[in-house]
């Protein structure tokens, strides 16, 4: 359910205060972009991803990284104040 304060950030994402604290999620999930960017990043295959989160289409799992990567590319730095990672 989208509210006023929901926020399209793609397509198939979106953050919302009420969800999960306003994390990246898929629209109409509570699935976090996070958690589909993290399994990318260990090996697991989009056949994965779809087995863990049923719900999740290819699309969506496009969507994460088309979000991702506009995060790098816009100038955008995030920085994780509780665990940085060393240079």
């Known amino acids: 359910m989208l509210t006023d304060m929901t926020i399209r950030l793609h ?15 898929f629209k109409g999930t509570r699935i976090m972009v996070w958690q589909v960017l ?8 989009p056949a994965d991803i ?6 999740l289409s ?8 088309e979000y991702a990567s506009s995060i790098t590319r816009q100038d955008y730095v995030v920085v994780n104040t509780r665990n940085p990672v060393p240079a």
Do not use: V, W, Y
């Open 50 to 55: 779809r087995k863990a989160f049923p719900t």
């Open 38 to 45: 993290e399994m990318l990043a260990t090996g697991d295959s």
């Open 11 to 25: 397509k198939h994402i979106i953050a919302d205060p009420e969800i999960c604290h306003g994390k990246p999620t």
């Open 58 to 65: 290819d699309a969506d799992i496009r969507a994460a990284l």
